[in-house]
């Protein structure tokens, strides 16, 4: 069975009312997903899983199996936050992913980060 990988994103482009940047979650989401697919684990995101009703169970059902669970919190997109707070809660091993080393929550300062550029920065 190929292990799985759950990227908890927003989609499309989005302001990051922090630094009033604009980015593209999709176009890193597709560097994402090139990544974790060459390393031969599947990818999705939560805009990829076909469903009917609402989404909540069915991605929470997607973050919980993962064997790997990428988040990026560039936006500082609160849901983004929360859906990391439920897999921080079920698991210890977890990785974040920020473009640049900007502001962070506290309480998640003492965590390892991985900063990482995106295309067209």
Same mark, same amino acid.
């Given at each position: 069975m190929t292990k799985s990988c759950f990227v908890i994103q =927003? &989609? =499309? @482009? @989005?302001? !990051? &009312? /922090?630094? =009033? +940047?604009? *980015?593209?979650?999709?176009?890193?989401? /597709?560097? %994402?997903k090139e990544a974790v697919t060459d390393a031969g684990l599947s990818c999705v995101r939560a805009d990829e899983i076909l469903h009917s009703g609402p989404i909540e +169970?069915?991605?929470? /059902?997607? *973050?919980? +199996?993962?064997?790997?669970? %990428?988040? !990026?919190l560039s936006t500082s997109n609160v849901n983004a936050f929360y859906e990391l707070g439920a897999i921080r809660a079920m698991s210890s091993?977890? #990785?974040? #992913? #920020?473009?640049?080393?900007?502001? %962070?929550?506290f309480r998640y300062q003492p965590h390892p980060d991985q900063n990482l550029r995106t295309p067209g920065e």
């Open positions: =927003g &989609f =499309g @482009k @989005k302001t !990051d &009312f /922090e630094s =009033g +940047r604009t *980015l593209d979650l999709d176009a890193s989401y /597709e560097v %994402i +169970r069915v991605m929470y /059902e997607h *973050l919980l +199996r993962a064997d790997l669970v %990428i988040a !990026d091993s977890h #990785r974040r #992913r #920020r473009r640049e080393p900007d502001h %962070i929550p």
